[in-house]
């Protein structure tokens, strides 16, 4: 019975040309955009105002997830509190970690923050590192080549158009990383607290310094005896800027923007952060008139 | 190439000091000198620069095609360990059933302890065994126990939405029942899945699982299992002793509700199973065997919603969660004792006993700000309609058995739960307990669960 309704079901659906993409993040959803155009078909499981480390395995993804031919996330923990149970959940075979349907972002990269110790009073760390890793375009490059090939190798006939945009792609980022440098040239050296270390990848890349979070550990929620402590510490480090992601709760950022005269700023952090950051190449022209704009 | 050029000037400037040509040339043969050294230190130091550069490299972990998961650079297995424990206030009741319900004895994770009580501790080691399967063990710590909630393999290679569980596990049926007591909103079991099956219905055999490839979530599963546990019996058989259906159908709404709805069936049989009555005795009640054989199927409807603003639950969100059961029993009653003078004496058979009994449950939990929730639930029971000939059944056993007793169970539960971390939670639960007819039982818990190891990702 079930089998011929599965059959029914195969002959029924609408056969859909595009490789299904599952993306966890929209950033890997709009590079799969860029890599795949017409081609490909992408789901973004989260958006810009959802925290990535705090999503629940819905119904909805996990239906999204039996379908998908190729799923493609940051990982390096950061969706390992949502992701396992949707994929073993899905029964779809093509997708399971270990399977070329199953794409790592984050093991393309040399990630920062990797820690020494491993101890959870240290808050919620991630072995593997920092997995915030799309604010660095450097990264998209080095995520971009292997991400096309293996769409190139799940869609084999469509092969030479995925590695032309490709190249295409990485000749428009290159351009614009060089235009972005440019502009973030006066910001180097300085001094910006941020919430999460959602930031670091571009802190390092623009050479702006950390000092200090609003969180006293990873994924501890900012209490007042840290903020006090942090109020003073940020005078002495002369920070000029504290910077938050659209979902981190606005309050610690504007409490601390308050009593210490410090701009808070409200970066994009993701593909549809703002309504500029509608691609990735909207992400970085609006962070980096963001960050301008604050700092004059 | 600084000092170079240090000694650069300072030769310079010394130039005109210098009385003779000698001088200079020896000066000048010294500076060539100690350029040549300089350069060769330096480009010793970029070799050694470039070594260690490709043995950082090498020490980096190994950048792959990117197919293995996060949790493979990590630790393997997987294990995660959940202690926890509780303060309870109750009433002192020497035998707590709920009125109108045949005792569900099998096992039950305390509860019904009081005063300061260490709950079982949970141990949990999953990993992927190979690229086809998953394991995966659940075992419930006490004194002088372990007992195995949860050993079993599961499929990861069979693809187009089939799931394929083997070993023991807890069944998919309603909602809450594949939850362990750590995931509990509440610091205690809802009286349904207390009445219905002690507090949980573990499977040991198959479930096949099946997801519909539609973008609305569709689910069906099957499962064939022993059926030793309440309500059923261990048959001592070869065919199956229970099966059970289940189906889930779920979506989003908008960007911050999401819901989950379900239907489930059980069938299960029982043989002499066993539950303590009083007999009619002139001498005197005796404690006695109740024993029923035959058929027992429950049918449970499930129904979630939870909201979380922009899909975001990590500042408020809220959840709401209801089950609601019919039970129907049928087949035969008897009572046994060795007590010389009871009616039931060497087991007497006491006729037919057919039984529908309904009841639920629903909870709301509202986390109203970072760390805080607080919730409510509301059980309700009822003793159903029972059919059995009364003459031959009193005969035996006393009416005032509270099996017999047409009663409507209810109670009401508030808690409030403080969660620093997303690895340990305190909570504050007060309960008015009316599932015993006569007793208002007002509890009050203080509970904490605490989580090491493994991020133990939740189901919706």
Redesign the interface.
């Known amino acids: 019975m ?1 089998r011929l309704l ?1 059959l029914f ?2 002959v029924a ?1 609408p056969v859909r040309a595009e490789l299904r993409v599952f993306a966890c993040e929209p950033e890997w959803a709009s590079l799969v955009k860029e890599l795949g155009g017409d081609m490909v078909s992408a789901y973004s499981a ?2 810009a ?3 990535p ?8 993804l ?3 997830a ?2 998908a031919q190729l799923v493609v996330c940051t ?11 949707v994929l ?7 997708v ?5 349907g ?7 990269v ?1 990630r920062l923050e990797v820690p020494t110790r491993l101890d ?1 009073a240290e ?2 760390v991630h ?2 590192g920092n997995p915030h890793i799309q604010l660095d375009p450097r990264n998209l490059l080095a995520v971009a080549g ?2 096309s090939k ?1 769409l190139g190798e799940l869609d084999a006939a469509n092969a030479a158009h995925y590695a032309a945009r490709q190249q295409a792609f990485a000749d428009r980022l290159q351009l614009a990383i060089a235009r972005w440098e440019r502009e973030a040239a006066q910001l180097r050296g300085m001094r910006v607290v941020a919430q999460h270390r959602s930031f670091s990848y571009l802190f390092n890349w623009l050479g702006l310094i950390e000092a200090g979070t609003l969180e006293p550990k990873p ?3 900012p209490g007042s005896t840290h903020l006090a402590q942090l109020l003073g510490q940020v005078k002495a480090k002369q920070a000029r800027l504290i910077v938050r992601t659209p ?1 981190d ?1 606005p309050r610690p950022g504007e409490w601390l923007a308050e009593r210490s005269g410090i701009p808070l700023v409200t970066l994009p952090f993701t593909v549809g952060g703002s309504e500029r950051a509608h691609d990735l190449f909207g992400l970085f022209d609006d962070t980096m008139a963001q960050l301008r704009k604050a700092v004059p | 190439m600084q000092r170079i050029a240090l000694l650069a000037v300072v030769a310079s400037l010394a130039l005109p000091a210098a009385a003779a040509d000698e001088d200079l040339k020896a000066l000048r043969a010294e500076i060539a000198q100690m350029k040549q050294t300089y350069e060769q230190r330096i480009a010793a130091l970029e070799r050694r620069l470039v070594d260690t550069e490709a043995a950082r490299d090498k020490n980096q972990p190994q950048q792959d095609d990117g197919t293995r998961g996060g949790t493979a650079g990590g630790f393997n297995p997987d294990v995660s360990l959940i202690l926890q424990g509780q303060y309870r206030r109750m009433k002192d009741v020497p035998e707590r059933s709920i009125t109108g319900y045949w005792p569900a004895g099998g096992h039950s994770h305390g509860g019904d302890e009081r005063g300061l009580t260490l709950d079982h501790s949970e141990l949990v080691v999953s990993a992927n065994i190979d690229p086809y399967f998953r394991g995966m063990l659940n075992v419930a710590l006490k004194d002088g126990e372990a007992e195995v909630e949860e050993a079993y393999f599961q499929t990861l290679g069979l693809g187009r939405g089939f799931t394929l569980k083997g070993g023991r596990f807890l069944s998919g049926i309603g909602y809450i029942n594949e939850q362990h007591p750590h995931a509990w909103d509440f610091a205690d079991a809802p009286l349904m899945s207390k009445a219905l099956f002690g507090e949980h219905y573990g499977q040991d055999g198959l479930q096949l699982k099946w997801v519909a490839p539609t973008d609305l979530f569709m689910e069906f599963g099957a499962e064939l299992g022993r059926g030793a546990g309440f309500p059923g019996t261990d048959g001592n058989r070869n065919s199956a002793g229970t099966s059970a259906l289940f189906a889930h159908v779920g979506d989003d709404v908008g960007r911050s509700h999401a819901w989950r709805a379900g239907l489930s069936w059980l069938s299960t049989r029982a043989k002499d199973r066993e539950a303590h009555f009083e007999d009619t005795d002139a001498a005197g009640p005796n404690e006695v065997e109740g024993l029923f054989t035959g058929r027992s199927r429950t049918l449970v409807a499930d129904f979630v919603w939870k909201w979380a603003p922009n899909g975001n639950p990590k500042e408020r969100n809220f959840k709401f969660q209801t089950e609601l059961f019919r039970r129907t029993e049928g087949g035969d009653l008897a009572c046994v004792t060795d007590a010389a003078t009871s009616p039931c004496l060497g087991g007497v058979a006491l006729g037919d006993l057919r039984s529908r009994q309904t009841g639920g449950y629903a909870q709301a939990v509202w986390q109203f700000m970072p760390q805080w929730s607080v919730g409510y639930r509301f059980d309700w029971l009822n003793s159903g309609s029972k059919r059995y000939d009364p003459a031959t059944v009193f005969a035996a056993l006393d009416p005032a058995n509270a099996y017999f007793t047409g009663y409507r169970p209810k109670r009401h539960t508030l808690m409030a739960d403080w969660s620093q971390s997303e690895f340990s939670r305190l909570r504050l639960q007060f309960a008015r307990d009316k599932s015993m007819q006569g007793v208002t039982d007002n509890q009050v818990a203080l509970q904490y669960i605490m989580s090491l190891g493994a991020h133990g990702a939740h189901k919706f």
């Not at chain 1, 073993?88 to 093509?94: D, H, Q």
């Not at chain 1, 399971?96 to 070329?100: A, D, E, K, N, T």
């Not at chain 1, 199953?102 to 393309?108: G, I, P, W």
């Open positions: 079930k599965i079901l195969l659906l989260t958006h105002l959802q925290d480390h705090r999503i629940e395995a819905r119904p909805s996990i239906a999204k039996r379908n990982g390096a923990d950061l969706e390992a509190g949502w992701l396992p149970p073993r959940e899905s029964g779809n075979a093509a399971q970690p270990g399977r070329s199953y794409f790592e972002a984050a093991q393309q040399v959870r808050g919620d072995a593997a292997p991400l293996r994924g501890i929620e979902f709760s």
